[in-house]
């Protein structure tokens, strides 16, 4: 999880290989449900609209426990979804900052809530309000500013495989 252009498409599809999982991401699920871009749902019906779609759609999609879940920036805002996502999978925080998630996408109208006058200063909000959100419902937090696409799959993995090492055995006396 974390904002738009964090890379958790792009590192999920890679984990998910790497794991020989079947990726998902949430985004295309919620297209094939309401059969349109979510930029134009989010212009036809609005953001709460939306925001009950993806609830339903998370709610679906955590259940499957043999899957990479690649979440849609805003999947946090509701209470159910950091449930779901924290009790029923591990998840990982690819954290960015404002400045460098909008020289990524500063060219991308793909995203409808980068589509304003000053996405930056939109950028630093989403941040202020999102950034708790995914530290309560995260794992793990990464920072994505210098690794490559590999070594952040690698940095989940062996995070994975600490938090699956049984505990250590209590010295004998």
């Known amino acids: 999880m974390g904002l738009p252009g964090s890379g958790k498409t792009t590192v999920g599809r890679q984990l998910a290989r790497r794991l020989r999982l079947r990726f998902v991401d949430s985004d295309h699920a919620i297209e094939a449900r309401i059969g349109c871009s979510i930029r134009e749902f989010f212009e036809r019906e609005g953001e709460a609209r939306f925001r009950d779609i993806e609830e339903e759609v998370l709610d679906a999609l955590t259940q499957d426990a043999e ?27 690819l954290k960015s900052t404002p400045e460098e998630l909008f020289r990524r996408l500063r060219h991308d109208v793909s995203r409808p809530l980068l589509q304003v006058s000053d996405p930056l200063s939109r950028m630093r ?11 309560e419902t995260s794992h793990f937090v990464l920072e994505t500013g210098r690794p490559s696409v590999s070594t952040l799959v690698n940095m989940i993995i062996m995070q994975l495989e600490l938090s699956a090492a049984p505990p250590a055995a209590p010295p004998l006396n």
């Open 67 to 93: 899957c990479v879940l690649s979440t849609g920036g805003g999947a946090v805002l509701r209470p159910a979804n950091r449930a779901h996502l924290h009790a029923r999978s591990r998840v990982v925080y």
């Open 125 to 135: 909000e989403l941040f202020a309000l999102r950034d708790p959100l995914y530290r």
